[in-house]
Each structure stands twice: as C-alpha cells, then as structure tokens.
C-alpha cells in the first residue's frame, strides 16, 4: 500500500478523486481483474462510506464528462489523481491509445505536461521492478 495523503483531502474531493479512477478503468469499455483489483484498493484508502463506496462501482461504467468533472476538482486532488491513473494504466502493462488521452488531459487540468506524465510512468514501472524483488525475495 502507497504511504498516502488521500485521507487529509476532503470526502468531496476524495469521491471525486475515486469517480476519475473509475472513469479510467473503464474508458475502453471493458475492466480487467487487474483494473478493478487497484481501483477497489485504492477506494479503500479514500476512507469513504460503504454507500460512497457502492455508488462509485455501480459509476464505474457510466460515461463521465471529464473536462467538466476536472474543472470541479482541486489541482491538489487532480495531481494525486493523475499519479494513481498512471499507476492504472500501467496494471496491464501496456498504454492504449485512449487511456494516453485520459493521462493528458488530467494533466493539462493541473498544469502537468507529457513529461510529468512520462516521469510518472516510470516511477510506476520502477515499482514493479520492485515489487518483484518481494517476490524474488521468497521464491515466488
């Protein structure tokens, strides 16, 4: 589990925050194991309610209007949203085309460029690299 600061944002910002990761794992119309498995952990860590909860699954495959939805949503939040969706996007290791223009305009909301976006995604493959030591580690 990422050491984390989801829980200091507000429970609005943190719903918005999940509502964005949904929209992600479900932008190519379809949601891998591996999408839901990190979108269910990191609606965890949004502390929200049950109810919240149940309501963002059930959002999950409904059409989001991104630019209005970043436009609500505080740079702060769209930041630390940004970083998790490239962690995502990275789950199935490989960027489709769509997911990209999500990563971008995400960006563009909090004033990132491709290199921020760039640096991300290697920081995430970093961490499979590391995550795999773990697993080395025990001969697995």
Wanted: hydrophobic share 45%; glycine share 2%.
């Amino acid at each position: 589990m990422l050491n984390d600061i989801l829980h200091q944002m507000e429970p609005l910002e943190r719903y918005k925050y999940a509502q964005l990761l949904g929209h992600l794992a479900s932008v190519d119309n379809k949601i891998s194991k591996v999408e839901l498995a990190f979108f269910e952990q990191r609606l965890g860590a949004t502390l929200l309610s049950p109810e919240r909860k149940e309501q963002l699954r059930k959002q999950m495959n409904k059409k989001l209007n991104l630019d209005k939805h970043l436009e609500s949503m505080n740079p702060r939040s769209i930041k630390l949203a940004l970083r998790d969706i490239c962690l995502m996007t990275m789950a199935d290791r490989e960027i489709e085309e769509d997911e990209r223009a999500v990563l971008l305009k995400v960006a563009a909301a909090a004033d990132l460029t491709e290199r921020h976006i760039d640096a991300l995604l290697q920081w995430t493959v970093k961490g499979f690299h590391w995550m795999q030591e773990g697993y080395n580690a025990i001969n697995i």
